[in-house]
């Protein structure tokens, strides 16, 4: 599976970014979130979701190998990771983020919880199926 | 402390000097936050002779408890000061991502004293924090300023700030954030100029300490999902608050060319149907909103630039739309971007801009006014030029940038008969001929006439609309209720449309912060704030209050003359009977003076002994005070 983006749908509430750090580190903080909502304001007036599409560059450039595959996303292992930011430089769509008080950088896992509390379709889960027909 | 950001700032900026203190857990859960920390300590600090575009008044930017939390829409931020308008207690809230920011950056108030010798702006970066020459934007209009500083700082950075208006002391300017979202009442711009603080900066990156995070996510979770397939969630997501069109004209509160009539026979070329229709570029939602009631649009009209806005929404659609007899959709979103661009509030601009339009139509004002130009009702071009000259305060636009209290103070003529106005502030989007409890609540609400405080329009149809019986207690509920929504800066919305109970609202609180707090609890921070600023504007005003609470001639005596309200109008004797019945039910005597026992009840005494001393304190009941004060009503959503 992986997570579609229809940036027409987005209504910038940063939702999304709410119940991912809530997920991952037990806070509330977008600024630590896998998704970042870029506004294009005022013109031509658009909110651009952006994250991870689990590509895998990272993963073949850590040099710690500490980015694994599991089932369908290239997770962090924060045992291994040394927060060296190689993959943060190879990253091609430049969503590999960075915090001052996040111990790894920041990576989307597919854990899907944005997907849930999106209320306008901007986010939704497609199965590899479907995803490979389009 | 949980569930807030730590610190108070104090700015002077006179000296530069910037100061940092913890929040104190006795003002927060008090106060709770924005509305209330605003009221508190405008009350404590203001001198009652302080000018309010002088020296000595306050600006304070405050975000609540709510704010920045995984809670139904946490985005609220309040501004308060002395408002220029009404010489009283001011406090105006927006939306956006304004709150959210300075919360995560670590701040639950912000102070700014005295003036600075030159045009500055703040500039907040978590610890950081800079007073900044802000020459180079000074005169800019606040939306431009927005998308320049965006460029100059970054995205990440929240951004509000004022226009010319504000610069210029018009005193219905507004401070502006996210391209359309405004502090936009009581002025809170113009005093905000008088300090030369063009614009406030933030940037926050910490994350917000919360006492019990499982509980608060799973409550909102839940929530989230079961509001998802409330009937209502649709038309909101679709057309806003201009959902509200059609419903006002049908029900004969649409304010029309100045509040002459209550129905707009063009009405469905301004509705919320339209706007989806032919102006609207994108649905934008408020940080944590998965309501997205906020539309962006662009305006195209031949001659004229595109424009991009947050809006209309319904009040700049009743107001600048039907009250200054405008036909078109798209004329409507341009004269919202003028305002908003201008640092002018689109509600008490449309309804200036109206009552001009009015004493143009009558002779009282006249081309030789106007720069050689028209004031026609419905004329883009004319709204144009006036708007413009109230910004600068140029000719006839320096007598309306006093509003309509002050214009028809300068203009004579009896033209105060059609300010539709409440203590120096301007009717919000509902005319009050059929709907009574509305009336009441414009006229005795601490800021003047602002829905917001009360909004009672659907609750005069559940009551019945010709008795002023049964209108106060609930108008006194419903002036309890909502502060909750302005101190713990959480969208009213959720309770009023999705029904989101204020209870659950309380969960949230108590999983946010540990404390033991309840409604009940909550509901007294309400009427403290309440009586803390009626205290405020009579020890600013003199007594005695009821010559305050006064509703202009229009709404009382002239019956409206078409559409589904025709015939009807208040009438004095209803109003003074609703008033009445309203003072006994809050525990104030006849005068509208609160009396000791209510604000003993309050925890706030040392209010009484300042009433006390200059003469403006209640004379006790003498079978006290009842215990109750309001009725709970839950106003039916739209």
Known sequence: MRIKVTKENCTGCRLCQQICTIAHYDEINPKKAAIRIEPQFPEPGIFVPRLCVQCGKCAEACPEDAIEKIDDAYVINREKCTNCHVCVDVCPIGVMFTHADAPTPIKCDLCLKCTEVCNTGALTVISKKSAATK | MDGFGGTILRINLESGEIKRTPTPED??????GARGFVAKTLYDEV?????????ENLLIMAPGVMTGAFAPCGSKIGFGCISPATNGHADSNMGGMLGAEVKYAGYDMVVFERVSPEPVYLYIDDDTVELRPAGDYWGMGSLDLEKKMKEDLGEDFQIATIGPAGENGVVFSCITHDFGRQAGRCGVGAVMGSKRLKAIAVRGTKSL???????????????????????????????GTALFVGWANEHGCFPTKNFQTTYHEHWESISGEKLAEEVLVTHKACFGCWMNCGKYSVAKIPGKPDTYVEGPEYETIALCGGSCGMKDIHHVAYANWLCDNLGLDTMSSGNTIGFAMECFEKGIITKDDLEGHELKWGDIDDFENVVRMIADRRGIGETLSYGTKGAAERLGQNTIAFASQAKGMEFSGYDTRWYWAQLLSYCTSDIGAHHNRSWAITADVQIGQDTPKGKAPVVIYLQHIRPLFDTWCCCRLFWGELDVTPEEHVDTIRQLTGWDVTLEECMQVSEKIWNITRAHYLERNGGPGRQFDVAPARHLDEKIPSGPAEGHAVGRENFEYMLDDYYYNRGWDKQGHPTREVLEILGIPYVADNLEKIGLLGKPFEDGVPKVRGEKLKPKAM
Do not use: F, N
């Not at chain 2, 003002?27 to 709770?32: E, F, I, T, V």
């Not at chain 2, 001198?47 to 020296?55: T, V, Y």
């Not at chain 2, 919360?210 to 209502?232: C, E, F, G, N």
């Open chain 2, 27 to 32: 003002l927060a859960r008090g106060w709770m």
């Open chain 2, 47 to 55: 001198p009652r002779d302080a000018d309010p575009l002088g020296p």
């Open chain 2, 209 to 239: 300490p919360v006492h019990d995070l499982p509980a608060m996510t799973k409550a909102t979770y839940d929530i989230i999902q079961r509001t998802k397939s409330h009937p209502l969630m649709e038309p909101w997501q679709k057309y």
